[in-house]
């Protein structure tokens, strides 16, 4: 009665947190602090609220599933912007809204997946490891085959390209990277992701690039596949994905985008056109006006930074700390004090009531049982300064 695909997916990783931490019990007075879930607290701005307002008309319309043009027109002013494009490179047609990037990531995997036939080798499909849960999902609901690249502190935490095999390239079909990196922190450079680009033209699988983090960056800003594209001229065999639900506090908005080779983006319309939900047309105005404005943007970078700045007061070089090149997450080395990464969350949990992810749960275990997790947890720094200060006072007060 259910599709037998999803005995493959391994359970989610709050759930498995929720079993681990469930039912301990804190100290008396104790308040939890939980650092564990990437949902932005700071506020979005009040342009958001004020467009939806000044749209309020639209509630009764059916929504365009490709989006308005003045909505693609703002996403395309953005992309010109952030990443230096030349007018005519990206153009509105290259261009899809979605209700946000998880659905796209997810809804990739029907479009571009082409199922084995029976007697034949399944095709694969190469995430990194750790990795975000939906690239699997991705994957496996449509009968590929995952292969999971290592991509831990002896690759910079990224998946090394050039040790993966011309037999398994000929065999992919997608080839999911982030950057900057979910749980890392780390940032792709250019000679990076020109490779990528390179190998999916040669082999002929496409490259999907989720840039969701790429407007949140410490020092220097990172660099977009796009760029890259537009040295050769064409955007074949790419597709990028963005978001609103980091960029400007927007995760309850849902709304994001794909942008990249126009062939894939036309298709990937006509198949939501089947199964994709529509964003209501305040939403795609409020969108619209989001991406026209860099200055909040600019304001939520500076309170990340201010929070990185703490964490790395506060813990100073223990827990393996780093400065994260992008993103708002902290990924912390708990192996000299602790076995492995649940055993640290469990102590961290019960002495100091700060609720973060092992490691292990956002990756793979390999056929040899290593898990480039397993000595890791995952801080999410996403509330205000003031609690950021306190659990993370609280994890060095244990140390």
Not at 130 to 147: K, L, R, T
Not at 152 to 178: H, I, R, S
Not at 181 to 188: L, W
Request: glycine share 8%; aromatic share 8%.
């Amino acid at each position: 009665m259910v599709n037998s695909s999803l005995s493959l997916l391994s359970d989610y990783p709050f759930q498995r947190l929720r079993d681990l931490l469930d039912h301990h019990e804190l100290p008396e007075g104790l308040q939890p602090l939980a650092m564990s879930i990437g949902e932005p607290q700071h506020q979005p701005p009040r342009l958001l609220q004020d467009t939806i307002n000044a749209n309020d008309t639209t509630w009764n319309k059916y929504p365009p599933v490709g989006g308005t043009p003045e909505l693609r027109t703002a996403i395309k002013g953005f992309l010109d912007r952030r990443y230096d494009l030349k007018p005519d490179f990206v153009n509105i047609d290259a261009i899809l809204p979605v209700c946000g990037t998880r659905e796209a990531l997810f809804l990739i995997g029907n479009l571009l997946i082409d199922r084995a036939k029976d007697g034949q080798e399944k095709p694969l499909v190469l995430v990194p490891n750790p990795f975000y849960q939906v690239y699997v999902g991705a994957a496996v609901m449509n009968e590929a085959e995952p292969v999971y690249l290592p991509a831990g502190p002896e690759n910079g935490f990224m998946p090394d390209l050039e040790a993966v095999e011309a037999a398994t390239w000929e065999k992919t079909t997608l080839l999911f990277l982030c950057s900057p990196g979910n749980p890392q922190g780390m940032v792709a450079d250019k000679a990076y992701l020109r490779k990528a680009l390179e190998l999916a033209r040669t082999y002929d699988f496409t490259l999907l690039m989720d840039e969701c983090y790429a407007e949140l960056y410490d020092t220097d800003k990172p660099c977009g596949a796009l760029e890259l594209a537009q040295e050769s001229g064409t955007l074949k065999n790419l597709l990028v994905f963005h978001s609103l639900s980091k960029r400007s506090n927007a995760a309850g908005l849902r709304s994001g985008f794909v942008a990249g080779d126009p062939a894939l983006i036309n298709s990937f319309v006509n198949l939501r056109n089947y199964g994709g939900a529509s964003m209501p047309l305040p939403l795609q105005a409020a969108s619209a006006a989001l991406w026209d404005d860099d200055t909040h943007v600019a304001e939520n970078r500076d309170l990340y930074r201010a929070k990185i700045d703490a964490a790395e007061r506060i813990l100073g070089t223990r827990l393996g700390f780093y400065r994260p090149a992008g993103g708002f997450f902290l990924w912390l080395d708990v192996s000299e004090r602790w076995d492995d990464a649940e055993a640290a969350t469990l102590e961290i949990w019960q002495k100091a009531g700060v609720r973060v992810i092992p490691g292990n749960y956002l990756a793979k275990t390999d056929a040899n049982g290593k898990n480039p997790g397993t000595t890791y947890i995952r801080v999410a720094l996403v509330h205000e300064q003031d609690i950021v200060e306190e659990a993370l006072t609280r994890i060095a007060g244990i140390l």
